[in-house]
């Protein structure tokens, strides 16, 4: 069996969608399956980690289309994702498909851009087609449909977007996630005491920095008795700012592209981080977080948790200041029965995923009937 991912990373789209589908090609390899990568070459790019993974990267050329100004609704302009019109990325894709030694027997798509156009142009090239997605917003010609997400209309939200023999797979159940949070799982624990360690995780690529917005908030508390420990993706065009503000607060660790983030969210009280992938890796841990949405398609599915009270939602960034974190948090460093509260719901909405998540999907996907 051979599996292609068509998956991209950049500092506009994040690191999010690269690294779920290398969680699920980690999952597939171990069963024995073929796997390699379409991906474009651009700024803000994981084609090096995917190739540290031993995987083979077929790269795309690099961007011809200019990309939309940020200030206009740039976490909208999803078609602006692929750097190239559907039907050119289409084409470049098919072209390389057809150069892959062997049949494809399955294509997964993780990308907001790419439609039924597209599947449709490239259905001739492979025996199956399946979806990562959670935006629910254009049809799909695919054979099974990932959504992980938690929402209170999920089993209807793809009506009449995806064909009849389509295999839905929806909510945490079937969350992509790595391999060292399955592991982790294992000391996850309902958190209960002060706030002794906090964990500031806002994603790879942080375009909007927020992490750097979280650290003046944490300094405002003058606590100097609390670790933090800060993640940073590689891509971070923010880093070198980040790193002075850490270097000038005590008991300040941060970490640039690290592969050990669940260790760090098994030692923390209380996590500050935005939307996405990452809510479902913190409460996997039981890990309570003072949430921000950076991108409009976390919005939704963030609401939903917090009306579980699995996280606190603190608002879209463009409505979150330092001083607002700095009160979330001491409301809830003042309150650790808050926190108990939040760690024992998010640990029961994951369930147990030591016998679900990646480990779930690896198995549909292996039961395929392949021509």
Known sequence: MQVVFRVDASILMGTGHV?????????????????????????????????????NVNLLPSSTIQKPNQDDDWNKSYEHWLGETWETDAFQTSEIIRK?????????????????????????YVDKIMIIDDLANRSHDCDILLDQNFY??????????V???????FGPRYAL?????????????????????????FGGSDPTNETS?????????????IIIDVVVGGSNAY?????????KMPNTNLYIQIDHIAELMVKADLALGAGGTTTWERCSLGLPAITVTTADNQIAVTEAIAKTEAIFYLGHYTHVSSQLI???????????ESLTKMSRIGLELMGNLLAGGTGEVVEVLMSLEIK
Request: charged share 30%; net charge positive; aromatic share 8%.
């Open 19 to 55: 690294m779920r589908c290398l969680t699920l090609a980690d999952g597939i390899r171990r069963k024995g399956v073929q796997v390699q990568f379409i991906c474009r070459e651009q700024s803000g790019q994981l084609c090096y980690l995917i190739q540290q993974q031993g995987y």
């Open 100 to 124: 892959i030694q062997g049949h494809i027997d399955l294509l997964i798509i993780d990308h907001y851009a790419i439609d039924i156009r597209w599947e449709q142009r490239i259905r001739g």
């Open 152 to 161: 209170d209309d999920k089993e209807n939200r793809y009506d009449g977007m």
């Open 163 to 169: 064909p009849d023999h389509c295999i839905k797979l």
């Open 177 to 201: 996630l790595r391999e060292e949070f399955q592991a982790a799982k294992t000391y996850a624990k309902v958190r209960g005491r002060d706030v002794k360690r906090l964990f500031v995780f």
């Open 213 to 225: 917005k979280a650290l003046k908030a944490i300094s405002l508390l003058n606590c100097e008795t």
């Open 239 to 247: 880093k070198d700012q980040i790193s002075k503000l850490c270097s």
């Open 326 to 336: 700095l009160e979330a948090l001491k409301r809830f460093i003042q309150s650790p």
